[in-house]
């Protein structure tokens, strides 16, 4: 968890846990500071709390970094409970402290007892192996040094070295599930089996067996998710193929932040073949069209404004980087033709200021090779064009006429050809 080059932030409360775990690494003889979080829910009982931790550092010679703020309020703006606020606000105190000074590691002092009553909220709720694995020893900078030890063994230690602490007045509350696990579930199983040591040493095979499910998990969904170009792709008939679908879709679509509940939604509509369904999470939108699956990153709001390109203009930003440069015909190579970034047309033919504007249901043009026009859904149908691809496809008009399907076609109508004088070239960038 900790190295000797680490410099640690220890979250500390003024409770017996987080002073003894404080009081441990300070003796062990590594580098660290505490950090405070009032959340100002117990009046003077959080005051005291604040000058307890405050006046014990300073005995110890632990630098301190403190806060304080109105959590019901931040609750109430937020729509949360109190526990999800004043987690929230803590570990955003905590990460921003350690960015700003430098800080490698933040200590918390969650012990086996908190694992443990994790595990039965986890079982309460309905959870899978993810959430029944309870907590880990490390994610990411934070470190849980005391997840070993029992809250009794802790007590015991503190009592031993002579520590002093606050006792926090909510915890003997029954109001929250995990303080009704703590007080009436844990104390019956250390009854019937003693100290409930078995419950533990299941509670860490849990951790084990659950690594080595997410090792195997990480090579199957590189099996079943193909990205390319913002987009990802799933084809739920190999994923039937290989597995149970309800189960495996989930264990896809859970690192995008999708529930159980969505994934069977998802099952649903392939089952009856509703094509073009779309379902969100909160940063991802899943598109299901014929048999695949494809998931991007939520846009924002549509654009829907229109762009112009004045005969002067070299260089296009908005609402992609495009350069744009008059050539001979001669240049043109026919390599360069091929590209879809490419579009050559007749300078002549062009009424300026061109515009770049979202394509529209009825826009039709006179594909490149055609005689006649087509309308613009029959030739993404043509392409087999997903619906995420559809809509993020612009055209470029010259007086009221598309002369290009950005990316995709140029209009046959201002082409070139062996009585052009001068072309306008168009590449788009990356």
Not at 251 to 265: Q, S, V, Y
Not at 395 to 421: A, F, H, L, P
Request: proline content about 2%; overall charge positive; glycine content about 8%.
């Amino acid at each position: 968890m900790v190295t000797s080059g680490d410099k640690i932030l220890v979250a500390v409360s003024g409770g017996v846990d987080s002073v003894t775990l404080l009081y441990l690494l300070k003796k062990t003889g590594y580098d660290v500071s505490a950090a405070h979080f009032n959340f100002r829910l117990r009046g003077d009982e959080s005051d005291d709390d604040e000058k307890f931790v405050r006046e014990y550092c300073n005995k110890i010679g632990v630098k301190l970094y403190l806060k304080k703020f109105d959590t019901k309020a931040y609750a109430q703006k937020e729509r949360l409970s109190i526990q999800e606020a004043a987690r929230e606000l803590r570990y955003d105190f905590f990460y921003k402290i350690a960015g700003e000074e430098g800080f490698t590691k933040i200590a918390v002092a969650h012990h086996a007892d908190d694992d443990l009553e994790t595990f039965f909220i986890n079982l309460f709720r309905g959870s899978g192996i993810k959430g029944l694995k309870g907590m880990p020893v490390k994610r990411g900078i934070v470190i849980r040094p005391l997840l070993f030890a029992s809250r009794d063994e802790i007590l015991d230690y503190a009592n031993k070295e002579g520590l002093k602490w606050r006792e926090d007045s909510s915890n003997a509350s029954d109001k929250y599930l995990r303080n009704k696990i703590r007080h009436w579930l844990l104390p019956v199983m250390k009854e019937i089996q003693e100290q409930g040591k078995g419950v533990f040493d299941s509670l860490n095979h849990l951790k084990s067996d659950s690594l080595l499910f997410e090792y195997f998990l990480e090579k199957e969904r590189g099996k079943f998710i193909k990205c390319n170009k913002g987009i990802c792709h799933i084809n739920l008939k190999d994923v039937e193929e290989a597995y149970p679908l309800e189960d495996m879709l989930y264990r896809l679509l859970e690192n995008f932040g999708f529930n159980r509940n969505d994934t069977d939604d998802i099952v649903e509509v392939y089952r009856t073949g509703k094509t073009g369904s779309r379902f969100f999470s909160g940063d991802y939108e899943v598109l299901f069209d014929r048999g695949e699956l494809l998931i991007k990153e939520k846009s924002g709001e549509k654009n829907n404004n229109e762009y112009f390109i004045g005969e002067t203009d070299y260089f296009i930003d908005k609402p992609f980087k495009m350069s744009v440069k008059k050539i001979n015909p001669d240049e043109i190579g026919n390599e360069d033709l091929k590209k879809s970034e490419n579009g050559y047309f007749d300078i002549k033919k062009l009424s300026f200021p061109l515009k770049i504007r979202k394509w529209r249901k009825g826009d039709r043009f006179q594909p490149f090779g055609m005689k006649g026009s087509k309308l613009l859904s029959d030739f993404f149908t043509d392409l087999k064009l997903s619906g995420f691809q559809k809509e993020n496809i612009w055209v470029m008009e010259s007086n009221g006429d598309i002369i290009w399907v950005v990316g995709y076609r140029i209009s046959d109508k201002y082409c070139v050809n062996n009585k052009t004088g001068q072309v306008l070239k168009f590449t788009l960038l990356k």
